[in-house]
Structure formats: structure tokens, C-alpha cells
């Protein structure tokens, strides 16, 4: 397998001189589910946000492919190929389901079509989706859309920073189901940054661990070994 994703020595924050990644190098193969696991506040959306550069960061390089994308916009890389589900599931409140759909389809053909094969959500006539209102919507339903949102620029890699975060037990499998096709049947390398450690571990190839803005481990696939890591038991 080959890398789609290199990150080296990568070192930025919010705020000039306050770093909160120290230094995270990490690799990614095409095809592969990585697991992003960690306590609160260790840096993983933050981590998430300086890939696509929606924060600067002030060392390091990121190569995606062949290519060095660590100068591009967030809307180049979004052309390239990378797209980030946002922690909470961002959705424009105020316009109709359609009407967020449309404002981040890339202009390949086939993309909605494909979206509404895998997307429980989606799965009602267009009239619906443009009577339907983002605001209206339910956790479950809100996080469905913003993962269409996600994969509407056609992307080779996602990163999904926390998709199941505050869903309900039925609503949490069927966004598992949702991973499974997204990584099956549309075969999109994932970046899967998740709280839920057990279900992080069963859905990835790896799971590497954030702890204070390094990422510390690499191959944890023991639940056992992994809370003695976290919680010291
Ligand atoms: N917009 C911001 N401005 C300044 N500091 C921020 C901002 N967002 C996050 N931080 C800080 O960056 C650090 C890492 O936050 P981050 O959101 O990356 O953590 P996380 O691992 O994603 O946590 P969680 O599991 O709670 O989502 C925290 O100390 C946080 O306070
Ligand atoms: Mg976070």
C-alpha cells in the first residue's frame, strides 16, 4: 500500500506562541481506516483543522499523494482531494437540506446519486429534502447531512472528527453502517477521530493515540492495553 497522507514535525495552534500540536508526524495508506483517539483538549479537532489549514501552522510539511499541500488553502485542498467533517456536524441552519447539499457539490456527475445510495437521510424525493429545513433536523439526521456535505466534493480522503458524538444507540449504528460504505463500497481512506475507543479500535485498521498535541502511540488494537494508557488502570 502506498501513502496518501504524510504529516511531519507538525507545530501550530490558535494563537501566535501557543502551540497545541507538538510536533505530530503520522502517516496514512490509501484505502486504510486510521482511528484518532485521546482525551479531551489533547489536540485532535485541532489536529483535524491544521490539515485542511483552517488553522495556520507554523512548522512542518504535509504531503498528500506526491505533492506537498502544506501551502494550499482549505479550499484547494478541498479540490485535491481532502474534506473534513467538523466536530458537531456543521450544517447551514437557516437553509433548506437541498439547499446545503447544492452549496458543496463539486460538479461531478453521479455525486447526489451516489450520496442518496448510502444516505439513510437522503433517501426521500428532492421535494422533501427542499421542503426539509437543516434547523429542523435531529442529531442524528443534522450529523447524516453534514457527512453528505463531506463527500459531496468527491473526496479521496475524509477526516470525521467525532460523526457519532451525542447520538443515540440506533442512531450510532447507523453511522457506523454509513462508515462501513463510505470506506467499502465508495473505498475513501478514513481519518476517524473518535471518543469511543472500543468502537474506534473495531472500525480501524490502527488506532494512534493524542496526548497533549503528540500522538504518542501507534497499532494500539488492545482495549485493554489502551485504557491502562489513558486512564493509568
Ligand atoms: N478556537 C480556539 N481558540 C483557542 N484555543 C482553542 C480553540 N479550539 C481549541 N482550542 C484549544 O486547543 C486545545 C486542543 O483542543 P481540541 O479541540 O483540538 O481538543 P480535542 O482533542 O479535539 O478535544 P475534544 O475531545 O474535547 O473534542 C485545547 O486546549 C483547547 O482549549
Ligand atoms: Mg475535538
Redesign the pocket.
Known amino acids: 500500500m502506498s501513502e496518501i497522507l504524510k504529516i511531519n514535525n507538525l507545530w501550530g ?3 501566535a506562541h501557543v502551540d ?1 500540536l507538538h510536533g505530530v508526524s503520522m502517516k496514512v495508506q490509501h484505502g486504510e481506516a486510521l482511528g484518532i483517539i ?10 483535524g483543522k491544521a490539515i485542511m489549514n483552517m488553522i495556520p501552522f507554523r512548522k512542518g510539511e504535509i504531503s498528500f499523494g506526491s505533492n506537498d499541500v502544506s501551502s494550499l488553502t482549505t479550499s484547494q485542498l478541498s479540490h485535491c482531494g481532502i474534506s473534513i467533517m467538523q ?1 458537531g456536524g456543521k450544517v447551514f441552519q437557516t437553509l433548506s437540506v437541498w439547499d446545503n447539499l447544492k452549496l458543496a457539490l463539486s460538479k461531478q456527475p453521479n455525486v447526489l446519486e451516489t450520496l442518496r445510495s448510502i444516505i439513510p437521510m437522503l433517501q426521500v424525493p428532492k421535494k422533501e429534502l427542499q421542503r426539509m429545513m437543516a434547523d429542523t433536523l435531529s442529531g442524528g439526521e443534522k450529523h447524516q447531512l453534514s457527512l453528505a456535505m463531506t463527500l459531496a466534493t468527491n473526496p479521496h480522503l475524509v477526516i470525521l ?2 460523526p457519532s458524538a451525542g447520538l443515540s444507540p440506533k442512531a450510532v449504528e447507523d453511522m457506523y453502517q454509513l462508515l462501513h460504505a463510505i470506506r467499502n463500497v465508495l473505498g475513501i481512506t478514513i481519518i476517524l ?1 473518535e ?1 469511543n475507543i472500543a468502537r474506534a479500535i473495531d472500525f480501524c485498521d490502527r488506532c494512534m493515540l ?1 496526548s497533549q ?1 503528540l500522538l504518542t502511540f501507534e497499532k494500539i488494537d488492545k482495549f485493554e492495553v489502551l485504557e491502562e494508557i489513558m486512564f493509568n488502570k
Open positions: 495552534g490558535y494563537k497545541i485521546g482525551l479531551n483538549g489533547s489536540g485532535k479537532s485541532t489536529l466536530q472528527d467525532e477521530i471518543q493524542m498535541g
